[in-house]
């Protein structure tokens, strides 16, 4: 397993291409709720396997507060949109992409990716589709994997598509390019 890399929630709280700032700090509240949730503290290693082999070491700024917590009762909600920003963060990690769009439902993936650093991304380079689940085995992360790659054949095509599935207990992540 290479280096650990290190990655921090304040580029997501900064807002990306095709996601605003305001998007990015809901993302990123989610994220951390979610490792906190679940014991973990500031400066958690996640372990990456998949398209890379590491470690990735996530870093925030934010405070855990009484009213963050009522507001994310949902844990599915909690879940689904902490995944989101843990995969975002890694695509732009180990990919070189950033995000440019939300995608629309019967898409089968969640956000369309551009090359990142450029001054207008192309448009539609990539496919991200992110799964999160609070506490399962690497045998349960790798099922949903194989279900998430099945998703994405709506819009099959030229572009790659990346599938993440962050898991939070026993963080970890397994991220795929089909």
């Known amino acids: ?25 809901f ?8 490792f906190e949730s679940q014991n973990h503290p500031n400066g958690v290693e996640v372990k990456i396997s998949g398209i890379s082999q590491c470690k990735v070491k996530f870093e925030w700024k934010i405070d855990v507060s009484e009213q963050m917590i009522n507001s994310w009762a949902d844990e599915q909600e909690l ?19 950033t995000v440019i769009q939300r995608s629309k439902k019967g898409t089968g993936v969640d956000y369309w990716l551009g090359l990142d650093g450029e001054e ?20 349960v992360v790798k099922a ?3 279900k998430k790659i099945k998703q994405t054949a709506p819009s099959d095509g030229k572009l790659p598509a990346y599938i993440a599935v962050i898991e939070f207990s026993n963080p970890l992540s397994h991220v795929v390019k089909k």
């Not at 280096?3 to 990306?16: D, H, P, V």
């Not at 207008?120 to 045998?139: C, D, H, T, W, Y």
């Open 144 to 146: 949903r994997v194989s």
């Open 79 to 97: 879940t689904e949109y902490g995944a989101c920003g843990v995969a975002i963060l890694l695509i732009l990690k180990l990919t070189g992409y």
């Open 1 to 25: 397993m290479s280096i650990t890399q290190i990655c921090s929630f304040e580029k997501l709280k900064n807002g990306l291409p095709g996601i605003t700032s305001n998007w990015g700090r």
């Open 120 to 139: 207008k991304p192309f448009q539609n380079a990539a496919r991200l589709e992110v799964s999160g689940i609070m506490a399962g085995s690497e045998n």
């Open 27 to 34: 993302l990123t509240e989610a994220s951390i709720l979610c």
